[in-house]
């Protein structure tokens, strides 16, 4: 079956420094691989996707993720973090159905300290 | 409106109850998700409609659990003699659809409606 982990349910960084919150996802077809970044009583919000292409996406609020086919993983990056990402995100992929719904995996939460 | 609206935010049942979640996607979408995120854990769906026709339920955890999308726009889930096991938060999201290009459409999500049974 298809899915998605993200090995850490929390991340510590201090403001300024670079950021990687990690996923890896199930080999089976291709990836389609999402971000998500979900506040507080607010819905999820994407950030970037890979369907094909280079392997370096950049998305909103200036983030970015790197593909790595070898590796399964598609973790998600930022040169310096703000305390303002301080937030819960989600790796997620599309499903196998016809249907375009996406699997997310757990969920990370990123602590960002001043 | 600008992005995906759910009703109510917020809902108390007793155990027993049925309950219906109201979400209005973005106007022109033709795909329409629901998911179910239960507590410290990520979003898993429950079904899928492209316009009115709902081509995927496979997700929906009983047969409790019902989805419509009469007219191709707004979408009701309803949940029948509420269970416990129900309270979670119900997400719903919308996106541009159509066969060309759907895997990589974006799903726009709305705020949810968090249901706790009592």
């Known amino acids: 079956a298809q899915s998605v982990a993200q090995p850490e349910d929390q991340v510590n960084v201090a403001e300024g420094n670079p950021l990687t919150v990690k996923c890896t996802y199930s080999v089976s077809g291709n990836p389609y691989l999402f971000w998500y970044v979900q506040y507080p009583n607010r819905g999820l919000q994407f950030l970037l996707k890979?369907?094909?292409?280079?392997?370096l996406v950049k998305g909103s609020y200036g983030f970015e993720a790197e593909f790595n086919k070898s590796q399964t993983s598609f973790h998600l990056k930022k040169p310096s973090a703000l305390v303002s990402d301080s937030a819960l995100y989600f790796c997620?992929?599309?499903?196998?159905?016809?249907?375009?719904?996406?699997?997310f995996g757990q969920g990370t939460t990123l602590q960002v300290k001043p | 409106g600008a992005g995906v609206s759910q009703s109510p935010r917020y809902k108390v049942a007793k155990r027993g109850q049925d309950v219906a979640l109201r979400c209005d996607p973005i106007s022109g979408h033709v795909s329409l998700f629901w998911y179910q995120q239960a507590l410290g854990q990520g979003p898993e769906f429950l079904t899928y409609?492209?316009?009115?026709?709902?081509?995927?339920k496979s997700g929906l955890p009983s047969d409790r659990f019902f989805a419509e999308r009469p007219e191709g726009s707004v979408s009701t889930l309803k949940i029948q003699r509420t269970q416990q096991e129900d309270s979670a938060v119900y997400l719903c999201?919308?996106?541009?659809?159509?066969?060309?290009?759907?895997?990589?459409?974006?799903?726009?999500f709305g705020a949810g409606t968090r249901l706790s049974v009592l």
């Open positions: 999201a919308s996106s541009l659809g159509g066969r060309a290009g759907r895997w990589g459409n974006i799903q726009y």
């Open positions: 409609f492209q316009n009115e026709a709902q081509l995927d």
């Open positions: 890979y369907i094909t292409g280079d392997n």
């Open positions: 997620a992929r599309k499903g196998s159905s016809n249907t375009g719904k996406l699997i």
